[in-house]
């Protein structure tokens, strides 16, 4: 992933950005323990009541809609006249990461929006000559036409992995669109000329299945050995997650779309500048590559026990300027915030509005 310059933090393979060694020296720690907030408790709206994760296992019949250049699969949940949450997921994820948040955050009177990413679940692309390309304004500007075709001017946008990276890119490019973002793992924008920087060997080892990626025979082995891999992906981001087969195979499903190997590879092949992107995207991700800070309201995460190497907060604090909270969950849990602690991701939801 991107190795951003000295002033931002490092984007890296794992969804996870490392500060530049400078910054890792520099930064003092915030000693946030447990559910970490700077919130007091007379600005919380509402507390999100207790629930075991995995409680749910559904969500209502999935819908489709012409977006852009897709037909976007999603579901819904909540009043069609609520404020609106976009809940976007990453890599190897799916909506099912929000199948527990998203009954919380109804409740609480949100219109919730849980969209496919291109190359999953039932989204698909509406034209066979549309490049299978995954680079970060491409799929930014998926869901600012997601927005468009189901009429909603203005939402809160929330994500993990490759929903936290798309959630950072929609609030500096299109803020206008944003009332507030949480990001787990802080500020994930980067760009392919930022990430030519060698890393050391620990590093660089946990990035394995990027390098992998890059070569031939590692695209022919994910899709070879799809489940597999993506499972070993799971424990290894969230190695205290005991979540079971059927919670597994769920999600597993999504990653049987026609484009789901050609989105991952390009995505990491362009990260590390080995795939090109769609020249109409270049002033975008000119503007990205500058590392733009973000103005709207935001919440980061992290989870105490993610598998995946991160910047500390710190290293990425000054690259939010409106209202600012950070969170580290406690408990073990790891890389997919939202469904191992979908009470602690809602409330981030709720309160990131009353900053």
Known sequence: MSRNDIDGPLDQPRRRFLGTAAMAVAATQLGMIGVSSTLSSQARAASVPSLKPGTNTSFGPLKQIHAG???????????????AVILLHGWPYDIYSFVDVAPLLASAGYRVVIPYLR????????????MRNAQQSAVGL?????????????????????GARTADVMAVLWPERCKAIVSVGGYLISSPEGNQVPWPPEPAFLFWYQYYFATPVGKAGYAKYLDQFNKFIWKQASPKWNFDDATYNRTAASFNNADHVDIVIHDYRWRLGLADGERKYDD?????????VVTVPAITMEGDSNGAIHAPSTAYRNKFSGKYDYRLIAGGVGHNIPQEAPQAFAQAVIDVEHL
């Open 69 to 83: 250049l897709l037909n976007v699969g999603y579901a819904e949940a909540g009043p069609a006249d609520g404020p």
């Open 119 to 130: 190359g999953y679940g039932t989204t698909s692309f509406l034209s066979s000559a549309t």
């Open 142 to 162: 998926d869901i600012i036409a997601l927005m468009d075709a189901l009429n909603i001017q203005k939402a809160t946008i929330a994500g993990f992995d490759w």
């Open 284 to 292: 975008l991700e000119k503007r990205l590559a500058a590392l733009p």
